[in-house]
């Protein structure tokens, strides 16, 4: 099934986000080191929330998540994302896509792109590597830029799509500079040098090239059910052109029609937990922002009224007594972060109003 829909705008209230601890500027490598997303001061009282991504690949180390825990930050909200990433021959490799700074441009969030510049070998398995840390030399000089910065999240973002060539050369050099230093053998650089050479030619040909490996990625996952997913409707390609002239390719987990509805199901599962993961929770919601904001939702020329639904289910039979505390606390915000933003909860196919109160 192909679903079509707009985004003229973003209206959003998030319930969910974690307090965020706060770092000075001199103290950004010690905050990477232990936070995923964290209030940054860089003097004069200037204050931004930042959270950064492991890969550039949405589906690695929960992205949406991260980013999701700065949205309840008044002022700029930043995310740093790697142009590329390689783990080494025994790992993977991942590059930049242009659908997802689009996609942050749309939720108000400023992109760094940057890259990894040191890393170690690992102990665990041959011609792969770990533990890689960004250029913070550089990181600090794009923080200072950003500081000064008077226009919105989407300009800035088509400023840093126009030094992306530059930055995945750099990444490229550092690569060539770990293998060596390692003794690691990383994945193929003639590859990774076509690639980088069609990010040269353009914001146009990165988008266009992006768009295509996001289409192709949606295809294919569109392809396969997971073993993971508890899922009962038909799993759906979602397109979704924004004001910006940019498309989104997703996959919708579960989609139902009944008359003139249609109800677009995003679906998180847990096999030893009663309900999912903090982290999970949060990686749908990012989805349920998008959904909840959908305009002229088609299916070919016929238009219907969406519903969007945040699906939790489990291999373990709910019992509510069973909850601890910080499981009823999070539901509990769930419920109101759903009422205050138009969307509906499920827990095992139970709406969550009946079961928490």
């Known amino acids: 099934m ?182 690691v053998e990383m994945h193929s650089k003639p590859l990774a040098e076509k690639r980088i050479d069609e990010l040269i030619k353009g914001k146009e040909i990165f988008m266009r090239l992006s768009r295509e490996l996001a289409k192709r990625a949606q295809d294919r996952e569109i392809a396969t059910l997971q073993p993971k997913e508890k899922l009962e409707g038909i799993k759906a390609k979602l397109t979704i052109l924004n004001y910006l002239g940019g498309y989104y390719f997703f996959t919708c987990d579960e989609v139902e029609i009944k008359g003139k509805n249609i109800y677009l199901i995003e679906g998180k599962h847990s096999r030893q937990s009663m309900i999912p993961s903090l982290e999970d929770i949060k990686d749908g919601l990012l989805k349920m922002i998008l959904f909840t904001n959908l305009k002229e939702v088609k299916i070919g020329r016929k238009e219907y009224k969406p519903i969007s639904i945040l699906k939790l289910t489990s291999n373990i039979q709910f019992q509510k007594e069973k909850l601890n505390s910080s499981q009823i606390d999070t539901l509990k915000l769930l419920r109101k972060e759903a009422e205050e933003n138009n969307f509906r909860i499920k827990l095992n196919d139970t709406d969550i109003i009946e079961i928490i109160s």
Request: charged share 25%.
């Open 2 to 183: 192909d679903v079509s829909a707009k985004i003229t705008g973003i209206r959003y209230r998030p319930y969910l986000c974690r307090s965020l601890k706060e770092y000075s500027f001199q103290e950004i490598e010690n905050a990477f080191d232990n936070d995923s997303t964290f209030i940054l001061n860089i003097g004069r009282k200037k204050q931004i929330a930042l959270s950064w991504w492991v890969s550039p690949k949405r589906t690695r180390s929960y992205p949406y998540a991260r980013v999701y825990d700065s949205l309840g930050f008044q002022g700029k909200k930043v995310t740093i994302i790697p142009v590329m990433k390689d783990e080494g021959k025994g790992g993977d490799r991942d590059f930049l896509q242009w659908d997802t700074l689009s996609l942050m441009s749309l939720l108000g969030i400023y992109v760094i792109i940057c890259y990894y510049i040191s890393a170690e070998k690992s102990s665990r398995q041959k011609n792969k590597i770990t533990n890689q840390k960004f250029d913070f030399k550089y990181l600090r000089k794009e923080l200072k830029s950003l500081l000064s910065y008077q226009s919105d999240a989407l300009h800035w973002n088509l400023e840093q799509i126009e030094k992306v060539g530059e930055i995945a050369k750099k990444a490229l050099f550092f690569y060539d500079s770990i293998s060596k230093s390692l003794g």
